[in-house]
Nanobody
Framework: VQLQASGGGLVQAGGSLRLSCSVS????????MAWFRQTPGKEREYVSG????????SYADAVKGRFTISRNNDRNIVYLQMTGLKPEDTAVYYC?????????????????WGQGTLVTVSS
């Protein structure tokens, strides 16, 4: 399974970005998908996850109400729509895929990872 994240960039505080993650080489509609983020010197942290059929999603408290995860199983893509961005959202964002059942916040549950895309939010 290969994951390719894109959509990062520089945005002012209060702005929006949409990240995309294209998946190939697996059965996308059987994968749990998630986004994590990491800043230098800190551990990678969970941002959001979505079940295979989109009937369940979860968010870290820090992004709840501002970020929305979605997926298109026909196109093998998962999205992270980010609004109301804050400087503390600055990080490298990674998409991840899990072949296990259930959306989990533990990064060890995700077998497949993309290369990351940098989001920088200026104040």
């Amino acid at each position: 399974v290969q994951l390719q994240a894109s959509g990062g960039g520089l945005v002012q505080a209060g702005g929006s970005l949409r990240l995309s993650c294209s998946v190939s080489g697996g059965t996308f509609n059987m994968l749990v998908m998630a986004w994590f983020r990491q800043t230098p010197g800190k551990e990678r942290e969970y941002v959001s996850g979505i079940s295979w059929n989109s009937d369940y999603s979860s968010y870290a408290d820090a992004v709840k109400g501002r970020f929305t995860i979605s997926r298109n199983n026909d196109r093998n893509i998962v999205y992270l729509q980010m609004t109301g961005l804050k400087p503390e959202d600055t990080a490298v964002y990674y998409c991840a895929a899990s072949e296990s059942v259930g959306v989990r916040r533990d990064l060890s549950r995700y077998e497949h990872w993309g290369q990351g895309t940098l989001v920088t939010v200026s104040s």
